[in-house]
């Protein structure tokens, strides 16, 4: 399998302090890669190295086998990385065709045009909604719009920060449905999520990051069935050892 993003023992963080060490990552063309870990382990911090918003201290990060550490941002999302924020991903006062408008001011009038139809094509709630603000669609349906905007000048690599957040079960399992989606058309999608059961669902691989380290990585099959990660994200406790059940018997539980 061929590798589109390379993360090679990053370090990075905040003036003197380092919150990422020595991290390793690996991304593939239409791949769906989950990052795990509890609030403050740093995966926020990664994703803004990645996209050029933090300064790497060391390490490298490689995209398409160029390097990339030291680009600023905007030459990042030039070649080919998009992202969509948690919170203010939207123009709330602009329509959906005005968002859209606005992610693909880069394209030519007859290119950004033709973007728009693509995007109406792959979420066509969007389409049934063009003339209205943003403001007033609900939270699911500017998620979408969010990732419509970010994927219009086509990416090949999409950063997905929280997609479900503050949205309805049904709300969320649309959005995770255009993440399928959106992989399916071969681009690759990094998602950082607390809706864990959701998240290992549509991933192909995931990373579980402690205190700013890779402590578990693997096929998200795996992940999912692994007792410390069942323990910590999906309210599963690990069968308790016999010493443990003497303790309980001798408490009454």
Do not use: W
């Not at 290119?111 to 699911?140: C, N, V, W």
């Not at 929280?162 to 399916?184: K, N, Y």
Request: aromatic letters at 6%; glycine letters at 10%.
């Amino acid at each position: 399998m061929s590798t589109l993003l390379k993360v090679v023992s990053l370090y990075c963080g905040y003036g003197a302090d380092e919150i990422i060490h020595g991290v390793d990552l690996h991304v593939a063309p239409g791949e769906i890669v989950t990052i795990l870990g509890p609030n403050g382990c740093g995966k926020t911090t990664l994703v803004k190295a990645i996209l050029g918003y933090v300064r790497a201290k060391k390490g490298s990060i490689l995209f398409r086998d160029a390097n990339i550490t030291q680009l600023p941002p905007t030459e990042r999302v030039a070649r080919g990385i998009g992202y969509v924020p948690q919170l203010l991903n939207t123009f709330k006062p602009l329509t959906v065709v005005e968002n859209l408008e606005l992610g693909g001011y880069r394209l030519s009038s007859a290119g950004r045009h033709a973007a728009i139809e693509r995007m109406f094509a792959l979420f066509p709630l969007l389409a049934e909604r063009r003339s209205q603000r943003a403001a007033t669609l609900s939270g699911g349906e500017r998620q979408l719009l969010a990732m419509a905007r970010a994927l219009i000048v086509s990416p090949s690599l999409v950063f997905l920060d929280e997609p479900s957040a503050g949205l309805s079960p049904v709300r969320a399992d649309e959005v995770f449905q255009h993440v399928r989606a959106i992989a399916a058309a071969n681009v690759a999608v990094v998602i950082v999520e607390q809706d864990v059961h959701r998240a290992l669902e549509v991933s192909h691989r995931a990373y579980v990051l402690v205190t700013g380290r890779v402590v578990l990585h693997g096929p998200a099959a795996d992940i999912a069935v692994d007792e410390r990660v069942r323990g910590a994200y999906l309210g599963v406790r690990e069968t308790p050892r016999p010493s443990e059940v003497i303790q309980q018997e001798r408490q009454g539980g």
